[in-house]
């Protein structure tokens, strides 16, 4: 028999924006309980893109991006008799987020010679020009 499914916890809103999907993002951003760290770093990535765009709310934009980044559909494995295949499933939209975030980040992180908030603006950014290091996942979202 299978367990329960684990409730989840109420999240902790961001202090500034007021957002549960900035205080995810912290949340995977984070290293070694570096809360405070990641937070300074998502706000000042906030900051830069309020700069380029204007007219937009800085956390629309990451919401666009995520949504652009996020895959539609992907590929499990599935045992049947001997032989194991590729199935594809829909995503759903928690393992969505959880993925569109940590391509967001990794590709943020690959960059080097800036600082961490500037590397993860542009890479905001990029997303919702459907462009950037992220493509590279596009063919998920068939």
Do not use: C
Request: glycine share 4%.
């Amino acid at each position: 028999m299978r367990r329960k499914k684990k409730e989840k916890r109420e999240l902790v809103l961001d202090a500034i924006y007021d957002s549960s999907l900035i205080s995810k993002l912290t949340n995977h951003l984070m290293f070694s309980g570096k809360k405070s760290t990641a937070q300074k770093i998502i706000w000042g990535a906030l900051e830069e893109i309020k700069k380029v765009k204007k007219t937009e709310s800085p956390v629309e934009v990451l919401e666009s991006a995520i949504k652009n980044v996020t895959p539609m559909v992907e590929i499990r494995p599935r045992r049947i008799g001997g032989a194991t295949y590729q199935v594809p499933r829909e995503v759903q939209p928690d393992r969505g987020f959880s993925l569109a975030s940590r391509w967001l980040i990794s590709a943020a992180r690959a960059k080097k010679g800036k600082p961490m908030a500037k590397k993860l603006a542009e890479e905001i950014l990029l997303a919702t020009k459907n462009e950037g290091a992220d493509r590279a996942f596009a063919h998920f979202a068939w």
